[in-house]
């Protein structure tokens, strides 16, 4: 067989609206069965008269069938659906994937605003005395052939002479010197180029051009961007050691005076960056309650988070929990009805695992005393809880994603996304990372302590995802020897394949279908209850299209599974691991130097002699490289696509 044959059929019930409406739906999904649910069947079905559940569930019923989903209608306007089968060969599955990828891409670069932007990026505009576009920061193929194949007549042993890059990192407000063009312009408008939408994310992060000072303008050989890290995924935390149960296991088995203490001072920890003052004053916690706590008190506290959540979602804004003038004051942050609900929360918890814990161990942690606790269950779910909290706490500092990371055209054809890959892990890159946000006040931590709150800013592990569920050739049989980097031989720094993630998210879904569900998730009785506000909990727009999706009274569990999976990687960069991640150790003992200053030469060079000469002399790659031209009119590969303009109804 070519396909998987796991995939089961889906019923969704007729939508909670009047008869007419239901009506109105049915007439849409025929129209759009009978079309193939294509994007001008979504216009030409729609109006702007609509009832918000009708726009909603027609569009999300369209992506359904444009991703390849079975649609049948059932008696009583319910429908049945069935997911596409995953294909078993990898390069059928690829090329699936790679649809649903470039419609999303297509429908995002059609937009007025994306569209205006790359038109402002390829005008000429005057700088230093002369015109100079986006065109300027792209290579010349036949420059770059005439210099390769000079090279290799020549004998030279000085990579220099074809390509000689280097990491600039994206700061804000930053302007190209050569061009005039904003860093952060130029960064995004090659990301544009990628098979994928462009999208922002929230939290940390530190985007970076590796450019190439051997050409007039320093074109752009590759793109990068570190991130928050995603909180949960299992094939990194397995890989790591810390998932709760592993955590768990180790200390039932090896029970320590030093895991006994570590225990007992993140309990001590957690409530010395807690607010308590409002609570004090209302009579919901007192000093000597952390001694002897109780179930009343416990129970008091997880009452008022209740009773605040409940405030928080029917009264506020987005606007609310902003900085103002740059500053923030962080007592108020705390006293909001959000941030109050999870201290009590917070605190309900803290105080339910010393309970647990027992006096024994908390006024003397010996390896003894906590290994007799571990034979309670209340207290294994203590220990558990304590360890997610360590592992949530190191994943928002001391973890980054490799959000973007990919080579330009015509570099991509001499595998330089390997190199971007590579200086993505880079001495320079963690050195940037640690100078951006060690100074950082932690936005979620501060609002609970009601102070100023800096967390480590040392990277120890860099985690990624291919784009297909088969292997990256980018980041495949990619390694660094530590010795390049002034560390010792034998620990190298390396891109690990740690499993395949769950194929679960929103990609599969069309901007029209993520803002009509947005709308539904946010017309409620009682209030909004995902505000966006920053603190409230991970992806908010996730949130808001599950409970959009919800509101449809369709199974959002089985609707947001798309179908695909991703290799996941990882990249240590330390020697302790997670002794340094669960807190530990104090400090990171990195692989490498950190301090190292020339190591964007030395990765350089090991990526010039490990798989840049193979490729030089090349007949096919040489010809690709050629058709890559910058005379006008560009023809090049690094130029953003033009596609059609989004229709009336898509734009809206």
Request: glycine content about 6%.
């Amino acid at each position: 067989m070519d396909c998987s044959d796991c995939s089961a059929s889906i019923e969704l019930p007729a939508l909670p609206v009047a008869s007419a409406l239901r009506r109105r739906f049915v007439r849409h999904v025929e129209k759009l069965i009978s079309r193939d649910g294509s994007s001008d069947s979504v216009v030409s079905v729609l109006s702007r008269d609509d009832d918000v559940v009708v726009r909603a569930a027609v569009s999300l019923v369209a992506d359904l069938i444009a991703d390849g989903w079975r649609v049948e209608l059932q008696s009583g306007s319910s429908l049945m659906v069935t997911p596409p089968l995953v294909e078993l060969d990898p390069d059928r599955e690829r090329e699936r994937v790679r649809r649903q990828e470039l419609r999303a891409r297509d429908e995002q670069l059609s937009s007025p605003a994306v569209r205006r932007f790359v038109s402002q990026m390829e005008r000429p505009s005057e700088w230093n005395g002369r015109f100079v576009s986006i065109f300027d920061l792209m290579r010349d193929g036949e420059d770059l052939v005439r210099r390769l194949k000079e090279f290799e007549a020549s004998g030279q042993a000085d990579s220099r002479s074809v390509v000689d890059p280097y990491v600039q990192v994206v700061e804000p407000g930053m302007r190209c010197e050569l061009t005039g063009l904003r860093l952060l312009d130029v960064w995004r408008y090659f990301r544009h180029t990628w098979s994928n939408q462009y999208q922002t994310t929230p939290g940390r992060t530190l985007a970076f051009l590796v450019r190439d000072q051997i050409s007039p303008f320093h074109p752009v050989i590759g793109i990068g961007a570190l991130g928050s890290a995603v909180v949960q995924i299992r094939e990194r935390d397995v890989w790591i050691g810390w998932e709760s149960d592993q955590v768990l296991e180790r200390m039932r088995e090896e029970p320590t005076a030093e895991t006994a203490r570590w225990v007992v001072e993140r309990l001590n920890r957690g409530l010395s960056e807690t607010y308590v003052d409002d609570l004090i004053r209302d009579g919901l916690y007192w000093p000597s309650l952390w001694d002897e706590p109780t179930e009343a008190a416990v129970e008091r506290l997880r009452t008022e988070a209740a009773v605040r959540r409940r405030d928080h979602h029917r009264f506020a804004r987005s606007t609310d929990l902003k900085s103002k003038n740059g500053s923030t004051d962080w007592q108020a942050r705390a006293e909001s009805d959000l941030y109050r609900s999870k201290r009590c929360l917070y605190l309900a918890e803290l105080l339910q695992c010393r309970m647990a814990l027992g006096r024994s161990l908390l006024d003397r942690p010996t390896a003894h005393r906590l290994a007799d606790a571990l034979q309670r269950p209340e207290a294994r779910r203590a220990v558990l809880a304590i360890t997610r909290r360590a592992r949530a706490e190191a994943v928002g500092t001391e973890i980054a994603d490799l959000v973007v990371c990919g080579a330009v055209p015509p570099y991509n054809s001499l595998l330089a996304g390997k190199l971007v890959s590579m200086l993505a892990v880079s001495p320079t890159v963690i050195r940037a990372y640690k100078k951006r946000y060690g100074d950082y006040e932690s936005e979620i931590a501060s609002s609970m302590a009601g102070r100023p709150i800096q967390r480590e800013s040392n990277l120890a592990f860099i985690g990624t995802t291919s784009l297909y569920g088969r292997s990256s050739s980018q980041y495949n049989r990619v390694r660094i020897p530590a010795e390049v980097l002034g560390g010792k031989s034998g620990a190298d720094v390396v891109f690990r394949k740690l499993g395949r993630s769950r194929s679960f998210g929103t990609s599969h879904f069309s901007q029209p279908t993520v803002r009509a569900l947005v709308e539904l998730s946010e017309q409620q009785e009682n209030g909004s209850r995902v505000n966006s506000i920053f603190g409230e909990g991970a992806s908010p727009k996730l949130r808001k299209i599950r409970e959009g999706i919800d509101r449809l009274g369709w199974p959002s569990e089985d609707l947001l599974q798309h179908r695909r999976t991703r290799l996941v990687y990882g990249v240590s960069l330390v020697h302790n691991l997670l002794p340094y991640l669960l807190g530990h150790a104090g400090s990171p003992r990195y692989l490498f130097n950190v301090d190292k200053k020339d190591d964007v030469k030395e990765i350089v060079d090991w990526w010039f002699e490990r798989w840049l000469v193979k490729r030089i002399g090349r007949e096919d790659v040489l010809h690709s490289i050629a058709q890559q031209s910058t005379r006008r009119p560009v023809c090049h590969a690094a130029r953003v696509p033009v596609v059609p303009t989004a229709s009336a109804y898509r734009e809206s």
